[in-house]
């Protein structure tokens, strides 16, 4: 398995379709802020039908306490939708890997873009405090 | 500086000329066009659009086939939009990963306005400060053979910018149905059981 840090977002929805394109798999894994950059990207999954698997960890969502957080946080599972990709809204623990394993299903087998959405209910929050 | 005289049409030819089992991917625009003009390949992955993403598919296919060439084949204005690649690609180093900007100075699609690489912004050295293995800026035909063997062969990341002339070419389309693209370029490298 390869681990890359990407500059920004939407770098891994290219690099997975070129990664696919040569037999190989992977995952986006972003916080809820990147998937605006990634908006315009997306359409090279979409257009191609390239398998497009995600999982973003939610800011702005759930008792955020930075208010620059919030815009795209409360945007972010309906931006997704309107992409056409199929969300996966997750906020108990236990139901986290069940998650992830129907998005890779749904987008490996289709060609489809999945996001799973780690809710800040569960996660917590940064309260920006030592 | 006086206008460069490279034709981009002969200068892709060159580049694509016997590729072998090269897999190539185009960034949108221009480029696109002049593989097309180059011969339609199977193992051609056109981009028709997500400007700024060239680089990165095909770093994605650098590190998913290790053992082939990948070049990269796109415009300074669509390089332009994805420069933080050029870090992801420094930092990753895939020995496999060239990429040859045909920069014209120009938005081609868009009416030939200027870009940033007009006004002086060097994106082989920029890949030189990011940490690319091999670069090279070239603005004379003689100078073209220096540089086809750092495209073709040399231990990547490379990054090569072939200042051409704003000369416009007749348009050379090729297939924009992104099922057919992916599916014709995985069958070809991956076999037939590959949709």
Redesign the interface.
């Known amino acids: 398995m390869?681990a890359?840090?990407?500059?920004?977002e939407?770098?891994?929805?290219?690099?997975?379709?070129?990664?696919?394109?040569?037999?190989?798999r992977?995952v986006l894994l972003m916080q809820s802020s990147g998937v605006g950059n990634c908006i315009?990207?997306l359409?090279?999954a979409k257009?191609?039908?390239?398998p497009l698997l995600m999982i973003v960890t939610m800011r702005g969502e759930w008792g955020e306490v930075n208010p620059w957080q919030v815009p795209m946080g409360q945007i972010a599972a309906d931006s997704l939708r309107l992409t056409g990709a199929i969300v996966h809204e997750v906020d108990e623990p236990d139901a986290a890997a069940p998650g992830v394993e129907a998005a890779a299903r749904i987008a490996f087998s289709g060609?489809l873009i999945a996001a799973v959405l780690l809710s800040q209910r569960m996660l917590g929050t940064k309260l920006f405090k030592d | 500086m006086p206008e460069p005289q490279l034709e981009r049409r002969k200068v892709v030819a060159r580049i694509l000329a016997d590729r072998g089992d090269m897999l190539v991917v185009t960034g949108l625009g221009s480029p696109t066009y002049d593989c097309a003009a180059a011969g339609d390949h199977t193992l051609n992955f056109y981009l028709w659009g997500a400007m700024g993403s060239a680089v990165t598919v095909g770093l994605g296919l650098a590190l998913a086939q290790p053992r082939r060439r990948v070049l990269v084949i796109t415009g300074d204005g669509e390089m332009l939009m994805g420069l933080g690649a050029l870090a992801t690609v420094a930092a990753v180093k895939p020995d496999n990963l060239a990429v040859a900007v045909i920069d014209n100075e120009r938005y081609g699609e868009t009416g030939m306005q200027q870009t940033h690489t007009g006004a002086g912004v060097d994106l082989a050295a920029i890949a030189r400060a990011a940490g690319f293995r091999e670069t090279a800026t070239v603005r004379q035909t003689g100078e073209l053979e220096d540089v086809v063997p750092i495209l073709r062969r040399a231990k990547g990341p490379a990054l090569v910018v072939l200042k051409v002339s704003p000369a416009r070419d007749p348009l050379v389309l090729p297939p924009w149905d992104g099922p057919l693209l992916k599916t014709r370029f995985r069958q070809a490298l991956l076999g037939a059981a590959a949709a």
Do not use: D, K, P, Y
Not at chain 1, 4 to 8: D, F, G
């Open positions: 390869h890359v840090s990407l500059t920004t939407e770098e891994g929805v290219a690099m997975l379709a070129g990664a696919w394109l040569g037999g190989e992977g315009n990207t359409a090279l257009v191609c039908s390239f060609g």
